[in-house]
């Protein structure tokens, strides 16, 4: 059974970065695509980034382009999300998932595990 725990959320100002982590067990992290997604309260959970499994290919949703980078690193199965330029609307709880063989997408239901996540939350 794979295994998602996220780490590195915490309080920032905006304009501040943060660099979440999610540590990918039980299962071979090359067999997945990764994605990020977040959750506001009230909201619904909505796709921030995504990764193939070789890390050839990123995608980003447009709220963050430019501001949000995707990485990973298969040998040490981790993968990374560092948030640049935060803002009070990135407030959230931030989810790790994995797609069994999938190339990177932002559709929540492909996805097939998740982590617990680990909030995030930007001050004005």
């Known amino acids: 059974q794979v295994q998602l725990v996220e780490s590195g959320g915490g309080l920032v100002q905006a304009g501040g970065s943060l660099r979440l982590s999610c540590a990918v067990s039980?299962?071979?992290?090359?067999?997945?695509?990764m994605g990020w997604f977040r959750q506001a309260p009230g909201k619904e959970r909505e796709f921030v980034a995504a990764?193939?499994?070789?890390?050839?290919?990123?995608y980003y949703a447009d709220s963050v382009k430019g501001r949000f980078t995707i990485s990973r690193d298969n040998p040490k199965n981790m993968v990374y999300l560092q948030m640049n330029s935060l803002k009070p609307e990135d407030t959230a709880v931030y989810y790790c998932?994995?797609?069994?063989w999938g190339t990177g997408t932002p559709i929540r239901n492909e996805y097939d595990y998740w982590g617990q996540g680990t909030q995030v939350t930007v001050s004005s």
């Open positions: 998932a994995a797609d069994s």
């Open positions: 039980g299962g071979t992290l090359l067999q997945y695509a």
């Open positions: 990764i193939s499994w070789s890390g050839g290919n990123t």
